[in-house]
Structures are given as structure tokens and as C-alpha cells.
């Protein structure tokens, strides 16, 4: 793997990480990892979107059934792992197949798609992260959420998904500075 299919999110201004991921291509094939509910609940999140700004958009997140592996999640993601979370969000920009910005809670997030030969650079920016926590959090979960999207888009079986977030969101307690 290269470094862009593996490297750490890092922070880009206040509030605000970026991660990058190289990807195989055609840019519409990684499009459909974006866009389409089969294609994104194997690697995020399933549920329905409406391709248009301001479209509702629905995530159905069951992380144990991202991989065949199973790992159990740390104790204070228990519940939601068992139950599943289901959030509904909104389309805030699309431009097919270059561009989608969805909102995230109270914050935001945006993939942008650049060709590179064969491949595809995904480039993913979450903006107006609330604190150095959640930035923590988020970074762990993004970083493990994109480990498992280049499996799955070279079509290899994904590792758990708790065995990567509980090795990597520690990683980024160090990585990020404390005020």
C-alpha cells in the first residue's frame, strides 16, 4: 500500500482534518462508493440519498457488519454497536463525480474525487469539529471507515472494524497537539 492509502487524517486549520486516500479508479467507480447505499455500507454506512443540494440523506451504521471479522467494541460504543445508528443528514453540494458535502451532526463533511492515472485521490474534509476530543474521535473513525474503503475497493475482505478504531483512535491523542 502506499502512503496515501494508509496515512494519519492530520489537522488543516481550527476545527477542521483532512484525510487522503489513493484509490483504484475510474473516478465514477469510487463515485459509487459515495453515492450509492449498497456501495457506502460496506465501507460507512448504508441508506438513501437524494443526489440534489439540500437532498436528504439517511445513514444506517452497523460497524460489526463491515467486515466477516468480528471484533467486540469498546465498552462505551457497546450499545450502539448492538442497536446500530441510524442519523439523518442532509446533501449540502454535489458535483457528480467530483464533489459531494453532506452535513455530520452539527458539522460538516466533503469528499472530493481528483483522477491520478489509474487511480483516484479521495480527499476527505470534516469541518467544524466542535473540540480537541472530538477531533480525536472522529479521526479514529474516519481513519478506520477509509481503512476499510481501500479493502473494499481492491477488493480485499476488510479487517474488523473495532480492531482498527481501538488501535488508532490512541495514535491520535498523540498525534494532535493539546492546547
Not at 29 to 35: G, I
Not at 138 to 148: F, N, P, R, V
Not at 152 to 167: D, K, M, Q, S, Y
Request: hydrophobic share 35%; charged share 30%.
Amino acid at each position: 500500500m502506499t502512503a496515501r492509502e494508509t496515512s494519519y487524517g492530520r489537522i488543516v486549520a481550527p476545527a477542521e482534518i483532512r484525510f487522503e486516500r489513493l484509490l483504484p479508479g475510474p473516478i465514477e467507480r469510487v463515485w459509487e462508493f459515495l453515492v450509492d447505499s449498497d456501495k457506502r455500507g460496506q465501507w460507512l454506512a448504508s441508506g438513501p440519498m437524494e443526489l440534489k443540494p439540500g437532498g436528504a440523506l439517511e445513514l444506517r451504521f452497523r460497524h460489526r457488519d463491515l467486515s466477516p471479522d468480528k471484533a467486540p467494541p469498546p465498552e462505551r460504543f457497546r450499545e450502539m454497536d448492538e442497536k446500530g445508528h441510524i442519523a439523518h443528514e442532509r446533501v449540502l453540494r454535489i458535483e457528480p463525480p467530483r464533489l459531494l458535502s453532506i452535513s455530520w451532526g452539527g458539522s460538516d463533511v466533503t469528499f472530493e474525487l481528483f483522477p491520478e492515472g489509474e487511480k483516484v485521490c479521495l480527499v476527505l474534509t470534516h469541518r467544524r469539529l466542535p473540540d480537541r476530543a472530538a477531533m480525536i474521535m472522529t479521526s479514529g473513525g474516519w481513519h478506520t471507515h477509509l481503512a476499510i474503503l481501500v479493502e473494499r475497493a481492491h477488493g480485499r475482505t476488510p479487517p474488523a472494524f473495532w480492531t482498527v478504531f481501538g488501535a488508532i483512535e490512541s495514535e491520535y491523542e498523540t498525534l494532535y497537539p493539546k492546547p
